[in-house]
């Protein structure tokens, strides 16, 4: 096993005749008893693109972490340019060159593009910000970056910018360092249109042409074939292939990021009912760009995807918290788009992914948090029923196994797995006819997980129609009735789940 990383600082001097930019070496990290990375190896070459595959969960995230600074190694060596690399945050890992821009950009839509690049090393006059030095290093950036025709103006706001134009902000702020030597992108096209992909591609082509390493994570075969040189997969916190992009075939990229033997055995088929929701070639604002679904009662209809494809935004449209543009919506008799609330009348609830801040009031107690969208049967002429909310509350408690020490606990001291058993009690207590569920298993331990997949089963016997989103693809052949698989905002047809294995998933969704 490697040793541990030393907290000495480095030079950053490489070594005569190195050939490589960083080399990593049985990396691993633990986050509590969970364990992120166990053995990960990596090798980048200086000019090059190098991408970097796996899973939903597969450590890449962790490892990027690492490697901007953000995160500390348990164990592990890393090498930049010949020298060793520890650096103890993400300002160290500028310095030496290394720099992150991650999927979801962290600029501040109410400065101007120049304040947002120089963010975090602010140019300074007299001890006060340089406005004239921050668009210099700015411009200078912009230039670096697209070229002497750079069109972007260091003045505007970035609120008033495209999503590509964001993408190039962040993009200089990361170049915003003379000696930018390793360039980390993280889903980097998730909320781009395919014509704002070429102008990225464009973009780091000239990069790499300049000796710039481009660390490249993505979902996508179609582009990791079109900007990658090399590669390396991740699966369960291990690098368990790696080589140049030309020299493997999609079906073995695809075979190192499932990996495992897909099980044959499966649920016995449920017996759906009438349909109770439908969609025809339903667009939202951003996404999805055209999803079509019949969903019945009686069953579990899976959506697969990768971040950014389009999947929460599907529900979040379908749930009236997004806009709908064009196409078709039925719920029971029910036609078009509408509000959360009338949605929630219709019987149509959504338990959303980010359960921190959109699923869950964390400051208020397990027994708040489960019956304030339906106080009504808990009321006795007019007013609220203490006793008649804590015997509801205790029943669904009871029922999904909730571990707390009451109903008046406050759902901030729940674990993750119980705070989500909350989110998804009231939806069961609200006794809608249409779960959509985003995520519902997502960073809870593999107990509550079975426990909820339990609670899902009671629902379809009861008649209920549950759409689910997730990442875990061995979760949706496990829980569903049928799947659909979404790529770049368009639904696929739904099949029996009887009929696919991870594999195909993993294939359709990366669009190979």
């Given at each position: 096993?490697?040793?541990?990383?030393?907290?000495?600082?480095?030079?950053?001097?490489?070594?005569?005749?190195?050939?490589?930019?960083?080399?990593?070496?049985?990396?691993?990290k633990r986050f509590g008893n969970t364990r992120a990375l166990t053995a990960v190896s990596l090798a980048l070459r200086p000019g090059s693109v190098h991408a970097v595959l796996g899973e939903n969960g597969a450590g890449k995230s962790t490892l990027m972490k690492i490697?901007?600074?953000?995160?500390?190694?348990?164990?592990?060596?890393?090498?930049?340019?010949?020298?060793?690399?520890?650096?103890?945050?993400?300002?160290?890992?500028?310095?030496?060159?290394?720099?992150?821009?991650?999927?979801?950009?962290?600029?501040?839509?109410?400065?101007?593009?120049?304040?947002?690049?120089?963010?975090?090393?602010?140019?300074?006059?007299?001890?006060?910000?340089?406005?004239?030095?921050?668009?210099?290093?700015?411009?200078?950036?912009?230039?670096?970056?697209?070229?002497?025709?750079?069109?972007?103006?260091?003045?505007?706001?970035?609120?008033?910018?495209?999503?590509?134009?964001?993408?190039?902000?962040?993009?200089a702020r990361a170049l915003d360092q003379e000696e930018c030597r390793l360039l980390i992108l993280d889903e980097p096209t998730s909320s781009l249109g395919e014509d704002e992909v070429a102008r990225l591609f464009a973009t780091l082509g000239r990069l790499r042409e300049?000796?710039?390493?481009?660390?490249?994570?993505?979902?996508?075969?179609?582009?990791?074939?079109?900007?990658?040189?090399?590669?390396?997969?991740?699966?369960?916190?291990?690098?368990?292939?790696?080589?140049?992009?030309?020299?493997?075939?999609?079906?073995?990229?695809?075979?190192?990021?499932?990996?495992?033997?897909?099980?044959?055995?499966?649920?016995?088929?449920?017996?759906?009912?009438?349909?109770?929701?439908?969609?025809?070639?339903l667009r939202g604002r951003r996404l999805p760009l055209s999803a079509s679904l019949e969903l019945r009662r009686g069953e579990v209809l899976g959506v697969a995807g990768l971040m950014g494809s389009g999947r929460t935004e599907l529900l979040r449209a379908i749930f009236?918290?997004?806009?709908?543009?064009?196409?078709?919506?039925?719920?029971?008799?029910?036609?078009?788009?509408?509000?959360?609330?009338?949605?929630?009348?219709?019987?149509?609830?959504?338990?959303?992914?980010?359960?921190?801040?959109?699923?869950?009031?964390?400051?208020?107690?397990?027994?708040?948090?489960?019956?304030?969208?339906?106080?009504?049967?808990?009321?006795?002429?007019?007013?609220?029923?203490?006793?008649?909310?804590?015997?509801?509350?205790?029943?669904?408690?009871?029922?999904?196994?909730?571990?707390?020490?009451?109903?008046?606990?406050?759902?901030?001291?729940?674990?993750?797995?119980?705070?989500?058993?909350?989110?998804?009690?009231?939806?069961?207590?609200?006794?809608?006819?249409?779960?959509?569920?985003?995520?519902?298993?997502?960073?809870?331990?593999?107990?509550?997980?079975?426990?909820?997949?339990?609670?899902?089963?009671?629902?379809?016997?009861?008649?209920?129609?549950?759409?689910?989103?997730?990442?875990?693809?061995?979760?949706?052949?496990?829980?569903?009735?049928?799947?659909?698989?979404?790529?770049?905002?368009?639904?696929?047809?739904?099949?029996?789940?009887?009929?696919?294995?991870?594999?195909?998933?993993?294939?359709?969704?990366?669009?190979?």
């Amino acid at each position: 096993m490697a040793g541990p990383l030393s907290s000495a600082a480095a030079s950053a001097t490489p070594r005569p005749g190195h050939a490589l930019r960083l080399v990593a070496a049985g990396v691993e990290k633990r986050f509590g008893n969970t364990r992120a990375l166990t053995a990960v190896s990596l090798a980048l070459r200086p000019g090059s693109v190098h991408a970097v595959l796996g899973e939903n969960g597969a450590g890449k995230s962790t490892l990027m972490k690492i490697l901007a600074g953000a995160e500390r190694p348990d164990a592990g060596t890393i090498e930049l340019d010949g020298a060793a690399y520890a650096p103890r945050g993400p300002l160290a890992a500028r310095r030496r060159g290394v720099a992150i821009v991650y999927q979801e950009l962290s600029l501040c839509p109410d400065r101007s593009v120049a304040e947002n690049i120089v963010l975090g090393s602010e140019p300074r006059r007299w001890g006060l910000f340089s406005h004239g030095g921050a668009a210099q290093r700015a411009e200078r950036a912009l230039t670096r970056l697209l070229g002497e025709s750079a069109a972007l103006s260091v003045t505007a706001k970035v609120a008033d910018l495209s999503p590509a134009e964001r993408q190039l902000v962040e993009l200089a702020r990361a170049l915003d360092q003379e000696e930018c030597r390793l360039l980390i992108l993280d889903e980097p096209t998730s909320s781009l249109g395919e014509d704002e992909v070429a102008r990225l591609f464009a973009t780091l082509g000239r990069l790499r042409e300049r000796g710039l390493t481009i660390l490249y994570v993505s979902h996508f075969l179609e582009e990791v074939r079109r900007i990658a040189d090399d590669y390396s997969v991740l699966r369960d916190g291990q690098t368990v292939a790696s080589g140049r992009v030309a020299d493997v075939s999609n079906e073995a990229l695809v075979s190192a990021m499932a990996g495992r033997a897909v099980s044959s055995a499966r649920r016995q088929p449920r017996v759906p009912g009438p349909p109770v929701l439908s969609l025809a070639e339903l667009r939202g604002r951003r996404l999805p760009l055209s999803a079509s679904l019949e969903l019945r009662r009686g069953e579990v209809l899976g959506v697969a995807g990768l971040m950014g494809s389009g999947r929460t935004e599907l529900l979040r449209a379908i749930f009236g918290l997004e806009r709908v543009q064009s196409g078709e919506l039925r719920v029971g008799t029910h036609r078009g788009p509408a509000s959360p609330a009338q949605r929630l009348q219709q019987g149509v609830g959504l338990a959303s992914e980010d359960r921190a801040r959109e699923g869950l009031a964390l400051t208020l107690s397990v027994a708040q948090n489960l019956t304030l969208s339906r106080l009504g049967p808990l009321t006795r002429r007019g007013w609220l029923s203490h006793g008649r909310e804590r015997g509801e509350v205790a029943s669904w408690i009871e029922r999904l196994a909730i571990r707390t020490r009451g109903p008046e606990q406050r759902v901030s001291e729940l674990s993750g797995g119980n705070q989500q058993k909350v989110a998804l009690a009231r939806l069961y207590y609200h006794d809608v006819d249409v779960l959509l569920l985003d995520e519902p298993t997502r960073g809870i331990d593999v107990r509550s997980r079975a426990e909820i997949h339990q609670s899902l089963d009671e629902l379809c016997a009861r008649g209920k129609a549950v759409l689910l989103v997730s990442s875990q693809f061995g979760e949706l052949l496990e829980l569903c009735d049928r799947i659909c698989v979404m790529h770049r905002g368009v639904l696929g047809p739904a099949r029996p789940a009887a009929e696919l294995d991870e594999h195909a998933l993993v294939r359709e969704a990366a669009g190979a």
